[in-house]
T-cell receptor, first 109, second 115 residues
Framework: RKEVEQDPGPFNVPEGATVAFNCTYS??????FFWYRQDCRKEPKLLMS???SGNEDGRFTAQLNRASQYISLLIRDSKLSDSATYLC??????????FGTGTSLTVIP | EAGVAQSPRYKIIEKRQSVAFWCNPI?????LYWYQQILGQGPKLLIQ????????DSQLPKDRFSAERLKGVDSTLKIQPAKLEDSAVYLC?????????????FGQGTRLTVV
């Protein structure tokens, strides 16, 4: 079983739409959770950490449900510049980072 | 702050040849990772170093891949001999404490094509 599972998409949404990505993780002892963004032919970059209480950064909201081992990312008012692959990342006590396959998002004018 | 440096950016080799990649992590980061990212997939951890010791190399194909971090700073990843299925982007990352949690920072990667 994979450490992190994501729906690969692709998601094609119009500008201004709200889109949500989900992922699940298998290790209940996982410690830290993140969403990374990866643009085409670029390296992954941290988008936001995910906290148990949920957190928001502008148009982006991340949620964590430890009981269900489930992480989500909500993007409101999508912009063309949001087009990218969004990677769900989980790390454990050994400071190891496990990546999902990534969810591809294309925002259409 | 300088980021993770990797070289070369691109490499094309024939199968059965050897290749080496270099990484310089963010200053002060004790943990260094090598990931392999095949097109359309997420990064897969190959090896993790803590200073100059190996923490996890369970997914490193040891018959052909090797990595070292002799002085606990720079690292090299070698493939010998290369196979067609090794074509991928090889990402180096290092992690450091940001606030109360460790975050991973990536280099730009080396795009390897084996023909």
């Amino acid at each position: 079983r994979k450490e992190v599972e994501q729906d690969p998409g692709p998601f094609n949404v119009p500008e201004g739409a709200t889109v949500a990505f989900n992922c699940t993780y298998s290790n209940s002892a996982s410690q830290s959770f993140f969403w990374y963004r990866q643009d085409c032919r670029k390296e992954p970059k941290l988008l936001m950490s995910v906290y148990s209480s949920g957190n928001e950064d502008g148009r982006f909201t991340a949620q964590l449900n430890r009981a269900s081992q489930y992480i989500s990312l909500l993007i409101r008012d999508s912009k063309l510049s949001d087009s990218a692959t969004y990677l769900c990342v989980v790390s454990n006590t050994g400071n190891q980072f496990y990546f999902g396959t990534g969810t591809s998002l294309t925002v259409i004018p | 702050e300088a980021g993770v440096a990797q070289s070369p950016r691109y490499k094309i080799i024939e199968k059965r040849q050897s290749v080496a990649f270099w990484c310089n992590p963010i200053s002060g980061h004790a943990t260094l990772y090598w990931y392999q990212q095949i097109l359309g997939q997420g990064p897969k951890l190959l090896i993790q170093f803590q200073n100059n010791g190996v923490v996890d190399d369970s997914q490193l194909p040891k018959d052909r891949f090797s990595a070292e971090r002799l002085k606990g700073v720079d690292s090299t990843l070698k493939i010998q001999p290369a196979k067609l299925e090794d074509s991928a982007v090889y990402l180096c990352a290092s992690s450091g404490l940001t606030g109360r949690r460790f975050e991973a920072f990536f280099g730009q990667g080396t795009r390897l094509t084996v023909v």
